[in-house]
């Protein structure tokens, strides 16, 4: 059963482009499901019925998750249960497609409705702080500036921010060439803070870090190596810290920040899909509510009966 597990996996890695993050939760979640088959003697998927299934979820909706000393227990997340839902019947699609299973019984699960949560926002004042330049100027701080300029400016995910190589930018005429969700790339255009942040940290700040040894990234830790998603979310949020910023910001926040603050001065929603590297313009359309709790907001605000 692990065997048929791993062939879907480098079915993710090879043939879907899926990111190494991606990879790894549906490894987890289908590592939940093997262990719970394995206490029910089941040593084949063939084996594995649709009540199999059901049971397992069940068994999941009911377990207890591990929380810290001093938190009382609790029961996991529906959105938990959905991503789970979500991996068998990728996996069950996977093996059916490859004629490995003779039959789909994970088409008959049904995804509970998941709970839309509303991207947060910086506020334009929020960002001018955070976005304000940093004395002196080192190799560190200039490259602090350049990720937190392009991650507001282009709307770049975290791992793409981490991978974007010199070839990538084009900052001469103001676009970057962006490698997103499964190998798919997009044209991204560069404010001009962002391409004068990058410009100064291009000139002044990565021939200083750069060794024998370092690749091509754009971004470089201080020993001269590319940085790991914890490393660099660590530096930002560093960074977020020393700025005086009160608010928890994580790297998605200024990507959120980007799709919102367009949406706002009147950007259309399919252009913002474009920008963000959406293949389905409902994950866009997320910001239309938050555009709309704007609009609500400036009414009450303003309107003489509010």
Same mark, same amino acid.
């Given at each position: 059963?692990?065997?048929?597990?791993?062939?879907?996996?480098?079915?993710?890695?090879?043939?879907?482009?899926?990111?190494?993050?991606?990879?790894?939760?549906?490894?987890?979640?289908?590592?939940?499901?093997?262990?719970?088959?394995?206490?029910?003697?089941?040593?084949?998927?063939?084996?594995?019925?649709?009540?199999?299934?059901?049971?397992?979820?069940?068994?999941?909706?009911?377990?207890?998750?591990?929380?810290?000393?001093?938190?009382?227990?609790?029961?996991?997340?529906?959105?938990?249960?959905?991503?789970?839902?979500?991996?068998?019947?990728?996996?069950?699609?996977?093996?059916?497609?490859?004629?490995?299973?003779?039959?789909?019984?994970?088409?008959?699960?049904?995804?509970?409705?998941?709970?839309?949560?509303?991207?947060?926002?910086?506020?334009?004042?929020?960002?001018?702080?955070?976005?304000?330049?940093?004395?002196?100027?080192?190799?560190?701080?200039?490259?602090?500036?350049?990720?937190?300029?392009?991650?507001?400016?282009?709307?770049?995910?975290?791992?793409?921010?981490?991978?974007?190589?010199?070839?990538?930018?084009?900052?001469?005429?103001?676009?970057?060439?962006?490698?997103?969700?499964?190998?798919?790339?997009?044209?991204?255009?560069?404010?001009?803070?962002?391409?004068?942040?990058?410009? =100064?940290?291009?000139? +002044? !700040?990565?021939?200083?870090? %750069? *060794? #024998?040894?370092?690749?091509?990234?754009? @971004?470089? &830790?201080?020993?001269?190596?590319?940085?790991?998603?914890?490393?660099?979310?660590?530096?930002?949020?560093? =960074?977020?810290?020393? +700025? !005086?910023?009160?608010?928890? %910001? *994580? #790297?998605?926040?200024?990507?959120?920040? @980007?799709? &919102?603050?367009?949406?706002?001065?009147?950007?259309?929603?399919?252009?913002?899909?474009?920008?963000?590297?959406?293949?389905?313009? +409902?994950?866009?359309?997320?910001?239309?509510?938050?555009?709309?709790?704007?609009?609500?907001?400036?009414?009450?605000?303003?309107?003489?009966?509010?």
């Amino acid at each position: 059963m692990q065997t048929l597990v791993e062939d879907f996996l480098q079915y993710l890695r090879h043939e879907r482009g899926q990111s190494e993050h991606t990879q790894k939760t549906y490894a987890a979640l289908l590592g939940k499901f093997l262990n719970w088959a394995q206490i029910q003697k089941l040593t084949d998927w063939k084996e594995v019925e649709l009540k199999h299934l059901t049971a397992f979820l069940m068994f999941e909706r009911e377990r207890l998750v591990e929380v810290k000393e001093g938190q009382s227990p609790r029961k996991l997340s529906s959105e938990s249960v959905y991503l789970e839902i979500a991996a068998l019947r990728a996996f069950y699609k996977f093996a059916e497609n490859e004629k490995i299973l003779p039959l789909n019984i994970a088409e008959s699960l049904s995804l509970p409705r998941r709970w839309k949560r509303l991207p947060k926002a910086l506020s334009d004042l929020e960002i001018t702080q955070l976005l304000t330049l940093e004395i002196p100027e080192t190799p560190r701080t200039l490259g602090d500036q350049a990720v937190l300029e392009l991650a507001y400016a282009s709307g770049l995910r975290l791992a793409e921010l981490r991978n974007i190589r010199m070839e990538q930018l084009h900052l001469e005429v103001g676009f970057i060439n962006v490698i997103g969700k499964g190998n798919k790339e997009r044209v991204v255009p560069v404010g001009s803070k962002a391409v004068q942040a990058l410009q =100064r940290y291009l000139e +002044s !700040g990565r021939p200083k870090l %750069v *060794t #024998p040894r370092s690749p091509a990234n754009v @971004f470089l &830790t201080m020993r001269g190596t590319p940085f790991a998603a914890v490393t660099l979310w660590k530096r930002i949020k560093d =960074r977020v810290k020393r +700025s !005086g910023v009160a608010r928890n %910001v *994580t #790297p998605h926040m200024l990507r959120h920040s @980007f799709a &919102t603050h367009l949406l706002e001065h009147g950007a259309d929603l399919r252009v913002i899909q474009e920008l963000l590297g959406h293949a389905n313009i +409902s994950t866009t359309e997320i910001y239309t509510h938050v555009s709309g709790s704007r609009l609500r907001e400036v009414h009450r605000k303003f309107h003489p009966r509010g």
